[in-house]
């Protein structure tokens, strides 16, 4: 019975990573057409309905299904405004995460989950009825804050029901895949159903299933029913393992190999024009290949890490290397062909990363630390939000000042010199808990979840 609910509440948190993923990337072809429909119209704010598309639906429009469709641009402030919408979800997220890292190993897991979709379809409900930018932009800030709380909470809450490994790489590996259909799979999921069903049906569907999915994990595992909370230990304070050089290694190493995806989505579409004369299609179809490599890359770093754990540092210092050499070929490419190439290389590498570094953030903790993953899992997550809030603003200007060459070149010497850091993580495989300080306190060896336990009575 414990099996099966630990396998549902799997479920629950991969349904939550891929909703917040595909709500972060169904807006990509929308909100440029609905910014274009202001200009058009001349004026700062109104209803955000096409010209010629009713609310059902119909009428005509020459829109493209597919992500990164940005409209000619009137000036210099629509690409900001464009690109502040887009960055507001990981800014609010980079501020709120110090703070849901500390109150979930406060109060558990299944409640700040809980409360992230609730936010999170609060956000998606107010996305499908908004009528001005200003509330386009509030309902991207309130996925962030949804953001903060589902998507820590669910890992940390991974890492908690799946204490051994392989299992816990696995399980982790599978919320990663979720992670990336989610966002490969959102801008053809949001283009075809804003141009065949309205503006509104993209949002009122991934609402619907987001409250399905609040709904399940109440039935698994009530927050009133969370009483054992007050049993379990308190969770090292955020502040220091932030400062732990281990734990900064790999916060590092997150930051660094999402940068190339997050600088090249806002600027590679209108490189494809420009340098090789790509059509719509060929701009919307760019990232849907990668989605394959990603999941071949976390099918091949869990097997290997079944195998060879104590290579988890290697997988990620290859991983960079990867990220690294692909991004310094995409300037080379000159047709849509060979631009997928090195597209799939950043998202395999990125999925070695990942994989193998996420499992080891619950491992530091487990033998540096103790065993509650809230405020590590907030570290990793402030890793990816500094990366998603820097590139749609950051990129665009780094482009137009310096290039895209320059850009790509600099992205990937920054991960190809972080490779050898990775280093320092070597010999973490042999750390022991009897090291931790959880076991000096207890002044015994290890017993598992019972010894921190004994250790929060012990200094009470």
Not at 25 to 37: E, H, L, Q, R
Not at 185 to 211: D, E, M, S, T
Not at 383 to 394: D, E, H, M, R, T
């Amino acid at each position: 019975e414990a099996r099966r609910q630990r396998r549902l509440l799997l479920v629950v948190v991969c349904v939550a990573l891929l909703l917040d993923n595909m709500l972060y990337m169904v807006i990509v072809p929308i909100i440029p057409d609905y910014i274009a429909t202001m200009r058009d119209r001349g004026v700062a704010a109104g209803p955000f309905l096409p010209a010629g598309l009713n609310e059902s639906g119909g009428g005509g429009g020459n829109r493209s299904l597919l992500p990164a469709r940005y409209p000619p641009a009137a000036g210099d402030n629509e690409d900001v405004q464009i690109g502040v919408l887009f960055a507001s979800k990981a800014m609010l997220q980079l501020l709120v995460n110090p703070l849901s890292g500390t109150l979930i190993d406060r109060v558990g897991y299944e409640a700040p989950l809980l409360a992230g979709l609730a936010v999170m379809f609060l956000s998606t409900a107010t996305f499908a009825f908004a009528e001005n930018y200003a509330t386009l932009f509030a309902a991207r800030s309130l996925q962030g804050l949804g953001s903060a709380f589902a998507d820590t909470a669910g890992i940390a809450l991974i890492a908690d029901r799946y204490a051994e490994e392989p299992a816990r790489s696995r399980a982790l590996g599978t919320a990663l895949a979720c992670i990336s259909f989610g966002s490969l799979a959102a801008p053809p999921f949001g283009g075809i159903l804003y141009v065949f069903a309205g503006k509104r049906v993209p949002f009122l569907v991934l609402a619907c299933v987001c409250l399905l999915d609040g709904l399940l994990l109440l039935a698994l595992a009530p927050p009133c029913a969370a009483g054992a909370r007050a049993n379990m230990p308190v969770g090292t304070p955020i502040h220091r393992l932030m400062v732990d050089p281990y734990i900064a290694v790999v916060a590092g190493a997150l930051a660094t190999c999402n940068i190339p995806l997050a600088f090249l989505e806002p600027t590679i579409a209108n490189w494809m024009r420009e340098s090789m004369g790509a059509s719509e299609w060929e701009v919307g179809l760019t990232w849907l290949p990668a989605f394959f490599p990603h999941v071949l890359g976390v099918y091949v770093t869990v097997r290997l890490a079944a195998a060879y754990p104590h290579l988890q540092w290697f997988y990620g210092a290859l991983g960079m290397a990867i990220i690294g050499a692909s991004s310094c070929l995409v300037p080379a490419c000159r047709n849509f062909g060979q631009v997928i190439v090195p597209l799939c290389g950043i998202c395999f590498g990125i999925a070695l990363v990942d994989t193998a570094l996420l499992p080891t953030l619950a491992f530091l903790v487990d033998v540096r630390h103790v065993s509650v993953y809230g405020s590590v899992y907030a570290i990793a997550d402030i890793s990816y939000s500094v990366a998603y809030a820097l590139g749609p603003i950051v990129a665009g200007q780094i482009v137009h000042t310096m290039g895209f060459v320059q850009l790509n070149l600099g992205m990937g010497l920054a991960n190809v010199l972080y490779a050898p850091v990775l280093l320092f993580l070597k010999n973490v495989c042999q750390m022991k808990p009897s090291h931790s300080e959880r076991n000096i306190l207890l002044e015994e060896g290890p017993k598992g979840l019972y010894d921190t336990i004994k250790m929060e009575e012990h200094k009470g």
